[in-house]
């Protein structure tokens, strides 16, 4: 059974990290179509106003225009390097006021994104007739290459378009051909924030998805667990009592059969013997099942009977029935209570030390200290005792139905694991509570704390 149960378990974590797994796959697809998605609606909006950059001012448009043909006729006429050529288009004079006026434009017409640009070259060749293309300038692009615009770097940014131009001419009885490409670079301001806003309904299903999901799967386990301890606490406890009934029963079965004898039914001395072992086991068999009815009450369905009580003297007659049962048992009281009266059901709480005081008996106790004392309103009883002890793990379940302490799978004393399940309702009945400090051969503590004004 345990077995089937961890393969469950093992085959249930399986499911829940592969479904856990789709579902991280699923939202990052959808994270980066939403990018995508983004990034398509920031080009057309840009694109819709840079369509031609001469629509945002024409002038200075003109003078980039100019100032490529100069370049290119300088080049070609007065022999100049590359690096002069390309230098000369990065320095240019309207870099700032280009930018300004990019930078109003977009803010007019996107208000509702904050973004950075940068509009960067990346060829300048010229075409010289029927000779082969004159490649000034190719490069990658690289913010190095920025003509205009505020953008300090392209790491996060996102391509919107090339812009190419062509213009010609003739120089020194030769037509000439000058071919420029310029990229248009973008950046948006806290775009991961705008793609989560865009994505917080579907985030929000898919964690709350996958909470339901571990949530239930914990409490499937949970209640798996629960319910495999609670079917071995059954099963030991239906053993259990089946050995505690054969006894008495097989006793009424002998005595029986020999009282249908005749011989035996003409001798009064053994036929009032018979009739006295019936009747012992008879009770012993009454008591058995009395338990278990009277067990069976939670805490809400005990009907007290209370009277006022002087706790010391109550207590001392609860000891020294005990030590006349347990002559062996060494018990001390350390009372600090004196006269102190409380409203109580004196059969159910004595029956509740008592079977705490047989406890430690049963579990190899020689010694029992009880102590009393008052603090902050509350009366608490301390039963202390010298045996076996509780392994930490098992005080959860101590006080739970038909539980029986277990000595690695076998259980070394009798009872049917409803004492201290009795103990506990009896308290809580009172408004009190219950609790156990102990570990594995160091003993054991039991705490009673009842509100004093009850």
């Not at 080009?43 to 002038?59: L, V």
């Not at 207590?315 to 005990?322: E, G, K, Q, R, V």
């Not at 006269?339 to 079977?355: E, G, R, Y």
Request: proline share 2%; charged share 20%.
């Amino acid at each position: 059974m345990k077995k089937k149960i961890n393969v469950l378990i093992l085959f249930s974590v399986v499911v829940l990290v592969a479904l856990s797994a789709i579902q991280f796959y699923l939202i990052k697809t959808t994270y980066e179509y939403k990018i995508e998605q983004f990034h398509t609606e920031v080009r057309n909006k840009i694109a819709a106003i840079t369509n031609d950059y001469s629509d945002i001012d024409s002038t200075v448009f003109t003078k980039k225009d100019m100032l490529y043909r100069h370049l290119a006729l300088n080049y070609i006429q007065e022999n100049k390097n590359r690096f002069w050529v390309k230098n000369a288009i990065l320095d240019n004079k309207f870099k700032a006021e280009l930018t300004r006026k990019l930078q109003s434009k977009f803010e007019k017409e996107i208000p509702d994104i904050q973004l950075d640009f940068a509009i960067v070259l990346n060829k300048f060749v010229i075409y010289n007739n029927n000779k082969a293309a004159d490649t000034v300038f190719a490069e990658k692009p690289l913010i190095s290459n920025k003509l205009y615009g505020n953008l300090t770097s392209l790491d996060n940014a996102f391509l919107i378009r090339n812009y190419v131009g062509t213009t010609g001419g003739n120089v020194l009885n030769s037509n000439y051909k000058l071919l420029t490409e310029d990229a248009l670079y973008v950046s948006v301001t806290n775009w991961e924030t705008l793609i989560l806003k865009r994505m917080a309904l579907v985030l929000s299903f898919a964690l709350l998805s996958i909470l339901t999901l571990v949530t239930l799967f914990a409490i499937a386990i949970r209640a798996l667990i629960k319910q495999k301890k609670i079917s071995d606490i059954k099963t030991d406890f239906i053993n259990n009592i089946t050995h505690e009934l054969k006894t008495p029963l097989s006793t009424l079965a002998i005595s029986t059969k020999i009282l249908e004898r005749e011989d035996i039914r003409e001798n009064p001395q053994h036929f009032n013997s018979l009739i006295a072992t019936v009747s012992r086991q008879n009770n012993r068999l009454q008591q058995l099942i009395d338990q278990v009815l009277t067990n069976s009450l939670g805490e809400s369905e005990i009907e007290l009977q209370k009277e006022k009580i002087t706790i010391e003297p109550f207590l001392n007659s609860i000891i020294a029935d005990f030590q006349m049962a347990n002559p062996n048992i060494r018990i001390t009281p350390e009372f600090k209570t004196g006269k102190t009266t409380l409203l109580l059901d004196k059969f159910h709480l004595t029956t509740a030390l008592l079977n705490v005081l047989e406890n430690a008996v049963k579990y190899g106790s020689n010694t029992i200290i009880v102590q009393t004392s008052l603090h902050d309103g509350q009366f608490n009883i301390s039963i202390q005792d010298n045996g076996i002890g509780i392994s930490k793990n098992k005080h959860s379940l101590l006080f739970d139905k038909f539980y029986r302490v277990e000595q690695g799978n076998l259980h070394n004393t009798k009872g049917l694991g409803l004492g201290l399940y009795y103990v506990d309702q009896i308290i809580k009945a009172h408004k009190g509570k219950i609790a156990v400090i102990s570990d594995l051969g160091q003993g054991a503590i039991f705490r009673i704390t009842i509100p004093s004004l009850y």
